[in-house]
């Protein structure tokens, strides 16, 4: 045959790929958000037109790329909402990452919306950057720009009930493991909370709701937040 068989074998999919954040302050990019989807990275240039008398067809040349918005759709539930209620109209810098370490480097504006809820289906939002400027080219290596994140690998509830001024404890395991944890509740009239050798006991108070929040801290790494609903009865 005229052109040989050639694969290319360094095709990825989806996993891995990944958006990063650097926030006021922070020298690092770090995760964002878990999300379903990643954007483009711009458009095709406009087409500016050339043609002359002289011309035998219409000729053009290249213009501007476009900056479009960029809508990553995000699993709905009160930890993304916390991070993007922080980050709102906010102008941040972002990394958007690829499987192979390459990356594409922007600087956008943060809001973001609940989608519409159906039967049978997740509850899912949009986190939508608007953005103000973005590299034309590729990052070759990321690796010294991002830095880990502190991640909980044991199921963390949601939401708890106590009865009373009773209890109620569960494990809290991280990668890396030695994170130190720092747990606060935002109405300690409410419940208190405390964290012992990996294991966080929530205490009720009087009746009512408190927010508990979670802290996995690790030197050189971003922290990991959760959060858990308290209902004392």
């Known amino acids: ?3 040989k068989a050639i694969d290319d074998t360094r095709a ?9 954040v650097k926030r006021a302050g922070q020298s690092k990019y770090s995760l964002w958000l878990p999300v379903t989807n990643i954007p483009a990275t711009g458009s095709a240039p406009e087409q500016v037109e050339t043609t002359v008398t002289t011309s035998r067809k219409k000729t053009y040349t290249y213009g501007r790329q476009d900056n479009p918005q960029k809508e990553c759709t995000f699993m709905a ?3 993304n909402f916390i991070v993007l209620k922080n980050d709102y109209n906010k102008q941040l810098d972002f990394l958007q990452i ?6 594409w480097k922007f600087q956008g504006y943060v809001s973001f919306y609940q989608d519409e809820i159906a ?18 080219l590729p990052t070759d290596n990321v690796s010294d720009l991002i830095q880990d994140t502190v991640i909980f690998t044991s199921a963390v509830p949601s939401d708890v009930s106590i009865t009373g001024t009773g209890t109620t404890s569960f494990a809290v395991t991280t990668d890396p493991a030695s994170a130190t944890l720092t747990v606060t509740s935002d109405t300690t009239s409410v419940a208190t909370v ?29 922290s990991g937040e959760t959060y858990v609903l308290v209902t004392v009865k």
């Open 77 to 79: 539930h009160r930890n």
């Open 119 to 136: 039967v049978g289906s997740n509850l899912t939002g949009k986190a939508v950057i608007t953005v103000s400027s973005s590299e034309e």
């Open 1 to 3: 045959m005229l052109v």
């Open 194 to 222: 405390t964290a012992s050798s990996g294991t966080v006991t929530i205490t009720g108070v009087a009746a009512g709701s408190a927010l508990i929040k979670i802290v996995a801290a690790s030197t050189g790494a971003t």
């Open 98 to 103: 690829n499987p192979d370490g390459t990356g």
């Open 12 to 20: 990825m999919t989806d996993i891995g790929a990944a958006i990063f």
